[in-house]
């Protein structure tokens, strides 16, 4: 590993130990490296997950999702509007299945 991927390392996990969490921690490391990337910080941050030594639970979590979060970014997903998405349209055998239940649940269906 080379030196600066060590220095993104540890200023992850220190900044995370420290409470740090989401854009403050990536600032953290941004600041205690300068030169780093987004995706310098994502390969950092896998290598902390897999790190045996790094044991608490939290720090992981706040180290994932720092992961997780620059990695949808880079490949241009967005993660804050998830809620807001439209729907998917649904497929002709689904709309079919729900008319002909419809159908079959209406009180005339019953009554037959």
Request: proline share 4%; glycine share 6%.
């Amino acid at each position: 590993m080379s030196e600066k991927h060590k220095k993104i390392y540890h200023g992850l996990v220190d900044g995370a130990t420290d409470g740090l969490s989401g854009q403050q921690l990536y600032d953290y490391v941004a600041k205690q490296v300068p030169k780093t990337s987004s995706k310098k910080i994502v390969r950092a941050a896998l290598l902390a997950l897999t790190d045996p030594d790094v044991t608490d639970k939290n720090v992981l979590d706040v180290i994932y999702a720092l992961a997780i979060r620059h990695r949808l970014d880079s490949l241009g997903i967005d993660t804050d509007d998830e809620e807001e998405a439209p729907a998917k349209a649904e497929p002709a055998l689904l709309k079919k299945s729900r008319k002909k239940l419809a159908a079959d649940v209406s009180p005339a269906g019953l009554i037959a």
